[in-house]
């Protein structure tokens, strides 16, 4: 009904472009406006003032020859003293933003390596931003900001970098030694960073075993003293008691007493054996024939010793 009566609306955040017999008459502001189309006067399309952002995926190669995947974000606005020219003078604002985008990233990533890419993505978002400021100023669009915000290497670049990353932090957990020439890792190839990876790895392997082989010659010598001095004190403690038994009990040997103490050893070891529940199954010849057997040989040392 209000375009019969040749009257329109104008949204807000939003400029109508107003021509005239097909001419560009005027550029119309929010609000109600009266166009009489019987003398001419229409409205070619709208054009909108917000900020729109646009995200274009650039896929590169670095310096050192690896392949990336940029993606930079845009955002960019129609300026409202422009608006005949944002219009009219460009058929497709985003394929052309995208295009200056992919000829300004092209052109600058192949300077740099790919560590590098990483760490300068705001010289490159600067560079785009210029880049996109300059050629767009002219068709009335202003760039509000132009932000970097991913650097996707290949697959295989980023499986080699985390070997790279975890054999240096094996290196640093247990071992001092690292390559001096830590900032230069960045190689010319996938490849070159697979061996720098294996590389890594194969020192951190190293140093793990140096310390396990370290670790089991402190525990085998402490293992060694202790055994020494356990049997240095099994040795002191009999010399003891052989020599108070034959103070005390006179008419007896050392002798007799070290047969004695292996027989009280041997019953010992026996009720040890019978009362543990984990222990293995231990086959030794053992009956009443074998505590009569040892019975006799320590009557026999007895009387051979009384008889000398």
Not at 274 to 293: E, L, M, T, W, Y
């Amino acid at each position: 009904m209000g375009q019969a009566l040749g009257l329109i609306q104008v949204d807000q955040s939003t400029v109508a472009v107003k021509e005239s017999f097909g001419k560009f008459d005027e550029i119309l502001e929010p609000g109600c406006h009266f166009l009489p189309w019987c003398i001419g006067k229409q409205v070619a399309g709208y054009l909108s003032l917000r900020v729109q952002q646009l995200d274009v995926r650039c896929e590169t190669k670095t310096k050192d020859n690896v392949f990336v995947n940029v993606v930079a974000s845009v955002q960019y606005r129609a300026l409202a003293d422009k608006a005949s020219d944002a219009f009219y003078r460009l058929s497709n604002t985003r394929e052309q933003i995208q295009s200056y985008v992919f000829d300004v990233i092209r052109a600058c990533v192949p300077k740099m390596n790919l560590d590098d890419a990483f760490e300068q993505k705001n010289e490159i978002a600067k560079a785009v931003e210029d880049e996109l400021e300059k050629a767009m100023s002219m068709y009335g669009y202003e760039i509000v900001q132009t932000l970097i915000v991913d650097i996707e290497p290949d697959e295989h670049v980023k499986r080699a970098m985390n070997e790279i990353n975890a054999g240096k932090l094996h290196i640093l957990v247990f071992g001092p030694k690292f390559h001096s020439d830590e900032q230069n890792c960045t190689t010319s190839s996938i490849a070159a960073r697979m061996r720098l990876a294996a590389n890594e790895k194969a020192e951190a392997e190293k140093i793990l075993q140096i310390k396990r082989a370290e670790g089991d010659a402190e525990s085998k010598y402490l293992s060694g003293l202790g055994i020494a001095r356990q049997r240095q004190a099994i040795v002191d403690g009999l010399r003891d008691s052989v020599l108070a038994f034959s103070e005390n009990v006179p008419g007896t040997s050392a002798r007799d007493v070290m047969d004695m103490v292996l027989v009280t050893q041997y019953f010992d070891t026996m009720k040890d054996i019978g009362a543990s529940s984990k222990s293995s199954s231990v086959f030794i010849p053992h009956g009443p024939g074998a505590v009569r057997d040892i019975a006799a040989q320590i009557r026999d040392g007895q009387l051979q010793a009384g008889m000398l």
